[in-house]
């Protein structure tokens, strides 16, 4: 079946832009979270969603950042007045339900000039 | 909270040969899992094995195998078997749960993996 997918792939933006990033999860899966992976940080958790619920945003790095998930299917990352430090491969994954396997998607690597 | 530590930022294997990838952690539960990821140069991160803590036997999916040794907090991946294509960046990660009903997987920073011919 299909995985989990994210849209742009790639995405180049200037400084101060609003950029908008897609996921869209495994279909059935309740579960779906963001991570943002870069040079420096690793690895780094940004939000979980638990259908269209985020009990959590402390994960988000600043308040430019903010996410949304629809229909307990599609999410969106808005990242506003973006930074060069927000330079990153943005990650999301999916899974059945809560404290089930995460299934990752391909990622959209965002870079800000 | 969770930590994972993997030590070897970088192996080499010869293909057809096994190699064993790191992995400790340090929790102070006593239910949790762990896993192994897969990342190739293309970025995808690949879902490998999964070991509960309360699973009696080590898990094990094809050629990958999880040597879990709970006492001394270790899950370390082994690939027997190398091939070309398994050259990529591999994760060891763990469950970890946020206040408030938030639940992450927290990763270590991986190690990369060649496989020479």
């Known amino acids: 079946g299909a995985g989990v997918s994210q849209s742009p792939s790639n995405k180049v933006t200037e400084k101060g832009k609003d950029v908008e990033l897609r996921c869209d999860p495994i279909?059935?899966?309740?579960?779906l979270y963001w991570y943002r992976q870069s040079l420096g940080q690793g690895l780094e958790f940004l939000i979980y969603?638990?259908?269209?619920?985020?009990?959590?945003k402390s994960g988000l790095p600043s308040d430019r950042f903010s996410a949304e998930r629809t229909g307990g299917s599609v999410s969106t990352l808005t990242i506003q007045r973006t930074q060069q430090e927000d330079s990153a491969v943005y990650l999301c994954?999916?899974?059945?339900?809560?404290?089930?396997?995460?299934?990752f998607g391909p990622g959209t690597r965002l870079l800000v000039l | 909270a969770q930590k994972i530590t993997q030590t070897q930022p970088g192996m080499f294997v010869q293909e057809k040969e096994a190699v064993t990838l790191d992995c400790t952690y340090d929790?102070?539960?006593?239910?949790?899992?762990l896993f192994w990821y897969k990342q190739p140069s293309s970025g995808e991160m690949i879902f490998l094995i999964y070991?509960?803590?309360?699973?009696?036997q080590n898990a094990t999916e094809g050629r990958y195998s999880l040597n879990f040794q709970k006492a001394r907090k270790s899950a370390n991946l082994v690939i027997s078997a190398s091939q070309l294509g398994d050259s990529a960046m591999y994760f060891c990660?763990?469950?970890?749960?946020?206040?408030?009903?938030?639940?992450?997987?927290?990763f270590g920073k991986g190690t990369k993996l060649t496989v020479n011919p």
């Open positions: 969603f638990q259908g269209n619920s985020a009990p959590d």
């Open positions: 929790t102070s539960d006593q239910s949790y899992g």
């Open positions: 990660a763990m469950r970890d749960y946020i206040q408030g009903g938030s639940e992450k997987l927290v």
């Open positions: 070991q509960g803590s309360y699973d009696e």
């Open positions: 279909s059935g899966h309740t579960a």
């Open positions: 994954a999916s899974s059945r339900d809560w404290q089930e396997t995460q299934y």
